[in-house]
């Protein structure tokens, strides 16, 4: 059974820091991995999708990494905002006739002005 | 290109009652699911489906009926209503299994 998990569960952190959050799942059978943004009380919105076969996807200042073989992602923010509060989620998608996408418990982000 | 809907928003049910949340996507996904969101637990899946006519259970799939009759829709059925169904609720839709999930803005449900 494929798990997900993100540490610390939250941060905060002041403005304009360099932000790392860290992804690690148990099965290396995926399709590939996303990483969503969730505002309190709102829904997901996806910022990156990595499939297995690339090493990194960007996206203005995000930046996310896969490295499937030992199960863990990254998601790089580069010089931090207020605005990029948020609950950041990681989910990977299976293989399989399923292909079933699995959470991880997200990580809430303070970025302090 | 609304991508995909969910109604309601909100929702106050008694114990006991009945009701259908709504999922709707213009994309022509094929696959679609239900998740639930608790504090503490994350999203879990609660039921999906990889294509017109075909479902499969979730994790968490007691109390909870679908049914996937066409491409776009995929309604979310509460048999009886309990409190611990109270959640927030998300529908999801990719167009292939590698692709990513697009989700909807949710539903809030109180089961009092």
């Known amino acids: 059974k494929q798990e997900v998990t993100q540490i610390p569960a939250a941060l905060s952190v002041p403005e304009g820091e360099n932000l790392v959050l860290n992804c690690s799942f148990t099965?290396?059978?995926?399709?590939?991995l996303q990483w969503f943004r969730q505002d309190p009380g709102k829904g997901l919105t996806s910022l990156l999708l990595i499939q297995s076969s690339q090493r990194e996807q960007t996206s203005g200042r995000l930046n996310a990494s896969l490295d499937k073989s030992s199960g863990r992602s990254t998601l790089y923010i580069a010089a931090s905002q207020p605005g990029d509060s948020a609950t950041y989620l990681c989910?990977?998608?299976?293989?399989?006739?399923?292909?079933?996408?699995?959470f991880g418990k997200g990580i809430t982000l303070s970025v302090r002005p | 290109n609304a991508g995909v809907t969910q109604t309601p928003k909100f929702q106050v049910l008694k114990t006991g009652q009945s009701m259908t949340l709504q999922c709707a996507q213009d994309m022509n996904h094929e696959y679609m699911s239900w998740y639930r969101q608790d504090p503490g637990m994350g999203l879990r899946l609660i039921h999906y489906?990889?294509?017109?006519?075909?479902?499969d259970q979730g994790e968490v799939p007691n109390g909870y009926n679908v049914s996937r009759s066409t491409t776009e829709d995929f309604p979310l059925r509460l048999l009886s209503a309990a409190p611990s169904q109270t959640s927030v609720y998300f529908c999801?839709?990719?167009?292939?299994?590698?692709?990513?999930?697009?989700f909807g803005s949710g539903t809030r449900l109180t089961v009092v």
């Open positions: 489906s990889v294509g017109a006519g075909i479902t």
């Open positions: 989910a990977v998608r299976n293989t399989g006739a399923n292909s079933k996408l699995t």
């Open positions: 099965d290396s059978a995926i399709y590939n």
């Open positions: 999801a839709s990719s167009y292939r299994a590698w692709y990513g999930y697009t």
